[in-house]
């Protein structure tokens, strides 16, 4: 089932995260977020854009948002797309129902543009944008720097209307 986040989801919802900070290069962040810090997530992000879940049972297995590209006015059209997926849900789809929900949400809104940003390499992601239409239109070289490695970020991009 695919619903709006609540503020109750926040401790599935940062560990599932979490996971990803401690164990992966996708998200820049090193330092684990607090339950707390989730809750204001969803609150903030909420308030003015999606954010979903996916939920089997009681178990939330993935979840996706839509966030302020840019702050000067001319982009409020645009928004950046965030998903992540608990570990044990990879590979069954979950991803493309979810990011594909998020994006019907944003059409009904009436954004125009997506913007997914990558760690690159990152295979799977790649896939998941480019199978719901998103198109690259940038690669950074090098510009994060993680686990002593140095990392490239690609932007994707799709026309939402």
């Given at each position: 089932?695919?619903?709006?986040?609540?503020i109750?989801?926040?401790?599935q919802?940062?560990?599932?995260?979490?996971?990803?900070?401690?164990?992966?290069?996708?998200?820049?962040d090193?330092v684990?977020?607090?339950?707390?810090?989730?809750?204001?997530r969803?609150?903030?992000v909420?308030?003015?854009?999606?954010?979903?879940?996916?939920?089997?049972?009681?178990?939330?297995?993935?979840?996706?948002?839509?966030?302020?590209?840019?702050?000067?006015?001319a982009?409020?059209?645009?928004?950046?797309t965030?998903?992540?997926?608990?570990?044990?849900?990879?590979?069954?789809?979950?991803?493309?129902?979810?990011?594909?929900a998020?994006?019907?949400?944003?059409?009904?809104?009436?954004?125009?543009?997506?913007?997914?940003?990558?760690?690159?390499?990152?295979?799977?992601?790649?896939?998941?944008?480019?199978?719901?239409?998103?198109?690259?239109?940038?690669?950074?070289?090098?510009?994060g720097?993680k686990?002593?490695?140095?990392?490239?970020?690609?932007?994707?991009?799709?026309?939402?209307?």
């Amino acid at each position: 089932m695919i619903r709006n986040a609540k503020i109750t989801d926040a401790k599935q919802i940062v560990d599932i995260y979490n996971y990803y900070v401690l164990n992966s290069v996708v998200t820049f962040d090193e330092v684990p977020f607090s339950e707390a810090d989730f809750k204001t997530r969803i609150v903030d992000v909420s308030s003015r854009y999606p954010f979903i879940v996916y939920q089997e049972n009681s178990k939330i297995l993935g979840y996706a948002y839509a966030n302020m590209f840019r702050q000067k006015p001319a982009y409020k059209n645009s928004v950046e797309t965030t998903i992540y997926l608990a570990k044990e849900a990879q590979g069954k789809q979950i991803g493309t129902k979810l990011y594909s929900a998020l994006l019907n949400l944003l059409k009904a809104q009436k954004y125009h543009v997506a913007i997914g940003g990558l760690t690159l390499p990152n295979e799977a992601s790649v896939k998941l944008h480019e199978k719901l239409g998103f198109k690259q239109v940038a690669h950074f070289k090098e510009v994060g720097f993680k686990f002593n490695k140095w990392l490239d970020v690609g932007f994707w991009e799709l026309i939402l209307d």
